[in-house]
């Protein structure tokens, strides 16, 4: 095995600090697309957690109103059973 001159070991060095160099500065480039997008993602699932809030109030007041519809057929049912009991029973089958 022939050694290495001093120069040739220096090249070497230098070798590696610039394939270092251009590591680093990917993995710097790649951290901040990284951030980048947990960012966007984050806003994503904020914007994602506020429908959902939304949607969520919208059922319940969907279910309130569908409570207060039912009652009112429900006292319709029984005023409309004071003057006629048979269409009440068809009605409710």
Do not use: H, R, S
């Given at each position: 095995m022939?050694?290495?001159t001093g120069l040739e070991k220096f090249s070497h060095?230098?070798?590696?600090?610039?394939r270092t160099i251009e590591l680093t500065k990917a993995l710097r480039q790649e951290k901040e697309n990284l951030e980048r997008e947990l960012a966007a993602l984050r806003r994503e699932m904020g914007n994602l957690l506020s429908e959902k809030e939304r949607l969520e109030a919208q059922v319940e007041r969907l279910l309130a109103e569908r409570d207060t519809i039912r009652m009112k057929v429900e006292a319709m049912l029984d005023a409309i059973s004071v003057l006629d009991p048979e269409i009440v029973e068809q009605v409710r089958r």
């Open positions: 022939v050694g290495l060095l230098e070798d590696k600090i610039y």
